[in-house]
């Protein structure tokens, strides 16, 4: 699809991806993985950022005890569409459509995805989701919560629940069919040379994703039709009332919601394995334990979705199978801890920003991941259901774990996405900032959660005023470290210094390509011959002079 | 899957046809993997409630037509042998007989349809349709609305899925008129025949689970 003639001729740099055509239509017709990946970015980001901003709101109104600022039904909305967009718009495609997309092609040395109209399609269907939602909010918004509980959702709910709804099963299929792609193109895809146990961590996280998306996603899609069927005809389906079972409901959410939380930190897994073997200038530690336990972690995810519904009255002996399957899930994410803090030992670390990220996502997930052994215990979790503690321990692993990762692969790829280079010290006050303000904002609600202040609520006992300061302080600094990057990575498109093919002195078949890339990723198919990771063999960057840079030996 | 199934040549980020033909093939598998759990989850829905109110469901099983869910299953199984004939004369390079073929299936579908709409109807007169048209005889059990709700998704989204693949055979079968398949490349009809076996075979589980179980307890 590539046709360079004026494009080359006016900016003198070599024909790529980004400059091989200019028109609108190339864009937005396009069949390049790296476009599609892009315009995912594009979407992301606005998603991400209006959901920011319903988080805002959210703060501004906890800051005081009384409800001053909105009505209990308002701030209903708020978090509903605030959990909504994050949640299906941001998190769920974040790293797989964007540096899934980008990447996998490269990582494997093939030209693109197995079906590229497909991905495109996916696009679509992901941008026409995004819409309906967006048009539910401007309706009125919706008020049940992003779990859409039955009966309220079906039957009680005066708000847009059927157009959300809709919105979120039309973007459920672009998550089946990148998953769908994925697979097939990892299974059929891969260059000569390059074995199962050859590929980098990045690309098995995302195939275990790929199988939950595949597998999981159409539960979700079917239960809420049963939803939106229940609010048109009232057939009973969950309504008490008539017989129905409300519960049934729970069951059918969380058996794709609960796995749905892997689909949203695997692949941050995977993004952290390149990062920390990268940045120690190391083999990464315990190859293929980390890759099984990617599929570990997809396998078991799909056998613990009761520990959402220990006080929901299901069987006693339901919750007792689900507790310890809950806590078996710990083993596998463990392993991966693990494995990159003995990554890190005897490296030679370098504290680019990129690392930075990482750093604080395997301590703020370690945190996430350890309070949800808190939750799976049975009384424990009864105690602090529906509370801040819950909120906090999910923000951990979402926020501090698949943003930061998010945020981390993003700035350890962009110099290969657009061959510039974001500038460093920005870069590393943003990591900063994001790091405390995040911490800030969610360590007191574990707190508040502990003492016993609900979710969902948009006023409190004044004793917990204190916390709730803290934490809206926080979320100020968070939201600044945001804007930070949206800031100066689009200034680094125009301004940034060029980067070269590869400024990590990474190993990869994708930092083999040309920075950017060319539209078909590779003159000749390469050859693999050996494995991920070599990077005993491999030198460090040769840009890196001793003094500028941070060595340092553990 | 349109670009690597359908254009009948080589896509540009393949490197031989097999390759191309094992994607395609894997791709639809996944595809496949995805609709099992999409229907699966009604199936527990139906498993549950059939447990919760096996009397609901006899009864409503009763209201069901055995002999047209019969023809229609039958329809269905020929479609299904049609669909197998049409893949085997595209991989012998038979265009017209492809066609031929694929119009045969397309034919049975319409039959289907026909026989559903029958059936729809009769419920629509009986006031079966929970939500537009409820008014059951007295002494109906209170919850015979959750087994009609259930039929009518069910079948709903299977005839939605007959519809998706009504478009796709028409698709299909324009292109092997024009000649795009064959020996070496028919992964088009090949992956569409995969897709209309599953359809088939989500009735097979259907017809029973609905229309026979609990009959004999008339
Ligand atoms: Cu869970």
Redesign the pocket.
């Known amino acids: 699809m590539s046709v360079p003639g004026a494009a080359t001729a006016r900016t003198a740099e070599p024909s790529n991806y980004l400059n091989a055509e200019y028109s609108i239509k190339s864009w937005f017709l396009t069949l390049d993985h790296k476009r599609i990946g892009l315009l995912y970015l594009a979407g992301l980001t606005f998603f991400f950022t209006l959901g920011g901003l319903f988080a805002v709101l959210i703060r501004l109104e906890l800051l005081t005890p009384e409800g001053d600022l909105f009505q209990s039904e308002t701030y209903n909305k708020l978090f509903t569409m605030h959990g909504i967009f994050m949640v299906f718009f941001f998190l769920l495609p974040s790293i797989p459509a964007v540096l899934g997309n980008f990447f996998l092609p490269l990582m494997i040395g093939a030209r693109d995805l197995a079906f590229p109209k497909l991905n495109l399609l996916s696009w679509y269907i992901y941008m026409v989701g995004g819409l309906f939602t967006l048009y539910a909010m401007v309706a009125g918004g919706v008020d049940t919560g992003w779990t859409f509980y039955t009966p309220y959702s079906s039957v009680y709910a005066n708000s847009h629940v059927i157009a959300a709804a809709l919105g979120i099963f039309i973007s459920g299929f672009s998550s089946i069919l990148t998953g769908v792609n994925f697979i097939a193109t990892i299974h059929t895809m891969r260059a000569p040379g390059l074995t199962w146990f050859r590929m980098p961590l990045f690309v098995w996280a995302h195939y275990a994703t790929s199988l939950i998306m595949v597998l999981g996603t159409p539960v979700i899609a079917i239960t809420i039709v049963l939803v939106a069927i229940e609010r048109l005809f009232g057939v009973g389906i969950f309504d008490p009332a008539k017989g129905g079972d409300p519960i049934l409901f729970q069951h059918l959410f969380?058996f794709y919601s609960?796995p749905a939380?892997y689909i949203m930190i695997l692949p941050g897994m995977g993004v952290i394995s390149e990062i920390v073997a990268c940045f120690s200038r190391k083999r990464i530690f315990g190859y293929h334990i980390i890759a099984m336990s990617s599929l570990a972690i997809a396998v078991l995810g799909f056998l613990?979705?009761g520990?959402?519904m220990f006080v929901s009255g299901q069987s006693i002996y339901a919750g007792i199978l689900f507790s310890l399957l809950s806590m078996l899930v710990a083993i596998p994410s463990a392993i991966k801890v693990f494995n990159w803090t003995a990554t890190l030992y005897r490296g030679s670390i370098r504290f680019d920003t990129p690392m930075l990220y990482t750093l604080g996502f395997i301590g703020l997930f370690t945190i996430g991941g350890l309070t949800g052994i808190f939750l799976a215990s049975l009384a424990v979790d009864v105690h602090v259901h529906d509370t801040y503690f819950i909120v906090a321990h999910f923000h951990y692993v979402m926020v501090g774990g698949m943003v930061m990762a998010y945020l981390g692969g993003l700035h350890f790829y962009w110099p290969k996405m657009f061959g510039r280079l974001y500038p460093e010290t920005l870069a590393k006050i943003a990591a900063v900032m994001i790091f405390v303000g995040f911490n800030l904002t969610f360590f007191p609600q574990f707190l508040l959660g502990y003492l016993g202040m609900p979710r969902r609520y948009h006023a409190y006992p004044e004793e917990f005023q204190v916390l709730n300061v803290l934490s809206t302080a926080g979320a100020s600094i968070l939201g600044l470290g945001f804007a930070l990057p949206m800031g100066y990575l689009i200034w680094s498109l125009f301004r940034g210094k060029p980067a070269g093919n590869n400024p990590w002195g990474a190993s990869g078949l994708e930092w083999q390509t040309q920075s950017p890339p060319i539209s078909h990723n590779f003159d000749e198919v390469p050859i693999v011959t050996e494995e991920a990771y070599a990077y005993d063999t491999l030198r460090p960057p040769a840009a890196a002079s001793p003094e500028q840079e941070e060595v340092l030996h553990v | 899957m349109s670009d690597a199934t359908t254009s009948g040549r080589l896509a540009h980020h393949f490197e031989s046809l097999e390759q191309q033909h094992e994607s395609a093939l894997l791709g639809m598998w996944a595809f496949l993997a995805q609709e099992v759990m999409f229907f699966g989850g009604l199936f527990t829905c139906y498993v549950v409630y059939r447990n919760l109110y096996h009397d609901a469901f006899v009864e409503g099983s009763h209201h069901l037509d055995v002999f047209l869910g019969t023809v229609n299953t039958a329809v269905l199984i020929g479609s299904s042998l049609t669909i197998a004939l049409g893949v085997r004369s595209a991989q012998l390079g038979r265009p017209r007989a492809t066609a031929g073929f694929i119009g045969a299936t397309i034919a049975l579908a319409l039959v289907f349809f026909g026989i559903k709409s029958v059936e729809y109807w009769a419920k629509y007169e009986h006031g079966l349709i929970p939500g537009l048209a409820w008014h059951p005889e007295p002494g109906a059990s209170p919850q015979l609305g959750i087994f009609f709700g259930l039929y009518f998704v069910m079948t709903g989204m299977h005839a939605l899925h007959m519809l998706i693949g009504l478009g796709l055979m028409v698709v299909v079968g324009w292109r092997a008129l024009r000649g795009r398949y064959g020996p070496d490349n028919f992964i088009g009809v090949e992956v569409l025949g995969l897709y209309w076996h599953f359809v088939d075979l989500v009735w097979i589980f259907l017809f029973p689970l609905l229309y026979l179980l609990g009959r004999h307890a008339h």
Do not use: L, N, R, T
Request: a neutral charge.
């Open positions: 969380w609960h939380v613990v979705w520990h959402h």
